[in-house]
């Protein structure tokens, strides 16, 4: 969260980053010769034969009689709105082989890429070509991959491109078998609204379907998922098969699960209502917004966070809260007066929570003694202000992983393992009722679909996806996770497109991958698990002026509806229908204050408030 005006840093952030990862890991390769036994294993790369076999985005492609490289057809796609027009298809391939890909295209930012090879994901694209211009590139496939997706796409608001002659030579794979049925199906701890569920993964599986009661329900890319929706203290039988490009394999053998009776909130904040809204309050410092004092919050806020307890030093762990000094902010209350509005919040059924970090504050726990210090100075501010819980805001370089670091269950980096040991320190010592919310960037969560810290080799940025292991560690004593969905470059969804801030469309995809669960860095043996739809909110800036990708009220009601009912969904389909969903989170109480409320206004008509 940036104190300052329209911010620019983390859009820059992510794409010298992006940058970074894509020249550390040679994702554009020049295309080394084919072998004798090489074949093109691309079907109707020509579009010869129309789009048979080809899947384009939102209906964006056709096949056109002009212009052509060759033959007499090519394929024409065109971007609208947040939908950049991918046209893919997936091949079957052999593991640990090399494969050359390439095609003749002709517009403006064009790419050409391939997924799900088993180690690097590449892409190369032209800025500008008038006419035809050939693409290539290359990559190995995993040790167990079996099949790639390739694709082209334009980007968002460009006019159409046009592809053809593509190929995709290497040695053939095998054709694909139906996967064997999952097998291992358990239900984790259920609540009055879902049930988690978690399987072992069929060998050659792309995907899995999930029956409640012989009913598909929805689908997972990975052996787990969450069940939403159900009824309070109701028996539920579940089944999942398993699906690839040969077919669906027979369902599991059935477990049940019964929901619970409801009335209380799991991972503490246990009387949050079931809509809740999420903002934060700048009581240390000023900016163009204006100061608000804790009195005069508007009823609307159900969770207030106060904007930032910052450390005295990077690595000190000694985190400090006071309020905005009177030359900077000449209407701020006294201490006295504000402990008495935090406390009239609460007797109101508000929630208000010491927010730690922000863009300024960078929070390093290196050690265990910066680990113990960090959990008795939160816990002064807690007691000083008589506060309900904690906010992580790690931004910057908070959080990072060592190399060799790789799998997010087990972290083994210090300023990992040292925040996750206190907050549950903290945790222990206020009891249930503790409210923990957190509010990481993209960047740093789902990312991680894609990258996960300095990667298998090596040079990526070692804070890609580097929230996880803390969620991930911390999701029973969670009470909301609401990332920044802003201030982001474009990240990629569970589709394979990259999404782009700014509309409903990134909302979306980037909460149905919170509720969904996704393979961290592509690993199908590392699935981070869905958070239950009560445990998330989206974060969005309150007005234009409180960061890049503010999102207009239309497009916020259309995510909520396609989250939340499974309607105004776009082009993106997501993998459940998720009525519980916790509701919204802003930054900020004062940047909504400036722009007459208009966020605020906006929950409250959605939820009926």
Known sequence: ME???PPARFTGLLAVCSAALLAAAGLVASAPAATAADADLARNGGFEAGLDGWTCSGGSGTVVSTPVHSGTSALKATPAGSDNAKCSQTVTVKPDSTYTLQAWVRGDYVYLGASGTGTTDVSTWTQSAGSYTKLGTSFKTGP????????????????????????????????????????GLKAGTATSTSVPLSWTASAGATGYQVYRDGTKVQTATGPSATVTGLTASTAYSFQVSAVNAAGESAKSAAVSATTTSGGGQEGGGGDLPAHALV????????????????????DSWDVINLAFGEPTSVTSGDIRFSLCPVAECPGVESEAEFKAAVKAKQAAGKKVLISIGGQNGQVQLNSTAARDTFVSSVSKIIDTYGLDGLDIDFEGHSLSLNTGDTDFRN?????????????????????????????????????????????????QDPRAGAYLPVIHALRDDLTLLHVQDYNSGSIMGLDNQYHSMGGADFHIAMTDMLLTGFPVAGDQTKVFPALRPDQVAIGLPASTQAGNGHTSPAEVTKALNCLTKKTDCGGYQTHGTYPGLRGLMAWSINWDRFNNGEFAKNFDAYFGN
Not at 146 to 171: C, K
């Open 3 to 5: 104190r300052t005006g």
């Open 411 to 459: 972290p083994t980096s210090p300023v990992v393992v040292n925040l996750i040991s206190a907050v549950k320190t903290l945790k222990a010592k206020y009891g249930d009722d503790f409210v923990l919310t957190m509010a990481p960037e993209t960047f740093f969560v789902q990312l991680g679909y894609q990258y996960y810290g300095s990667g298998p080799w090596g040079g």
């Open 279 to 298: 903002g934060y309050l700048h009581a240390s410092f000023a900016n163009g917004s204006g100061y608000t004092r804790m009195a005069d919050v508007p």
């Open 144 to 183: 167990a991959t079996t099949s790639v997706t390739v694709y082209t796409h334009g980007w968002y608001g460009t006019a159409a491109y046009y592809a053809d002659d593509l190929t995709l030579v290497g040695p053939g794979g095998a054709p694909a078998t139906v996967p064997a049925a999952p097998t």
